[in-house]
């Protein structure tokens, strides 16, 4: 990965779980991190976690401001391996996908996509109409990858953690990022 840095993104969308799993894993891998919170995720993130904001913050090498548009992440100079953002909410992704970067967040997403760099959404939202199916055209167009947390049920999950750690792991793997979360198909038993 080059430099070892990942930018994190964390919306709104139900699903704050994720982002905190990806944080705690480069954490054990060494990989820097990079973090922005939307002001939904804030809320999110007490919501459905025993985590603050300010908790989660420190899970990160760095967090910066959701309205600090000119942090170092939002510019094409700040040399890293890509963005994910996980979980990232349909505004999210509208924003991202039509240009219209209001908040560091989406700005730092645009950045990567201009840099051609990986730019990973988790996407949680079902069901979609045509706009949203739209939007994801654009950026699977522009060179976003669209990884919406789906469980895989081959590897016989026990517990939630079981699937989020899976989809996590198969994030890492899109970033060719050597990682024991996701379970690898192994063929049919016979």
Same mark, same amino acid.
């Given at each position: 990965?080059?430099?070892?840095k990942?930018?994190v993104? %964390?919306? $709104?969308?139900?699903?704050a779980?994720?982002?905190?799993r990806?944080?705690?894993a480069?954490?054990?891998? =060494?990989?820097?991190?990079?973090?922005? %919170?939307?002001?939904?995720?804030?809320?999110?993130?007490?919501?459905e976690?025993e985590?603050? $904001? +300010?908790?989660?913050k420190?899970? +990160?090498?760095k967090?910066? =401001?959701?309205?600090?548009?000119?942090?170092?992440? +939002?510019?094409?100079? /700040?040399?890293?391996a890509?963005?994910?953002?996980?979980?990232?909410?349909?505004?999210?992704?509208?924003?991202?996908?039509?240009?219209?970067?209001?908040?560091?967040?989406t700005?730092a997403?645009?950045v990567?996509?201009?840099?051609? #760099?990986?730019?990973?959404?988790?996407?949680?939202?079902?069901?979609?109409h045509?706009g949203?199916?739209?939007?994801?055209?654009q950026?699977?167009?522009?060179?976003?990858?669209?990884?919406?947390?789906v469980?895989? /049920?081959?590897?016989?999950p026990?517990?939630?953690?079981d699937?989020? =750690?899976?989809?996590?792991?198969?994030?890492?793997?899109?970033?060719?990022?050597?990682?024991?979360?996701?379970? #690898?198909?192994?063929g049919?038993?016979?």
């Open positions: 990965m080059e430099n070892q990942l930018i993104g %964390i919306t $709104g969308a139900s699903g779980i994720y982002g905190i990806l944080l705690q480069c954490q054990k891998l =060494n990989i820097q991190t990079h973090l922005v %919170i939307s002001k939904s995720a804030e809320l999110t993130i007490q919501h976690t985590y603050s $904001g +300010a908790a989660l420190k899970l +990160a090498d967090a910066y =401001n959701v309205n600090d548009i000119g942090a170092s992440i +939002a510019s094409g100079s /700040f040399k890293n890509g963005m994910v953002i996980a979980p990232c909410s349909i505004r999210t992704m509208s924003e991202i996908a039509t240009g219209t970067t209001g908040s560091l967040l700005r997403a645009d990567a996509l201009k840099e051609r #760099r990986k730019l990973i959404l988790m996407l949680r939202e079902t069901p979609l045509a949203h199916l739209r939007n994801l055209t950026l699977a167009e522009l060179g976003a990858i669209i990884a919406p947390p469980p895989a /049920f081959y590897t016989n026990q517990n939630i953690d699937i989020v =750690n899976h989809s996590v792991g198969r994030v890492l793997d899109l970033l060719n990022i050597e990682n024991n979360l996701a379970h #690898r198909w192994q049919l038993r016979t």
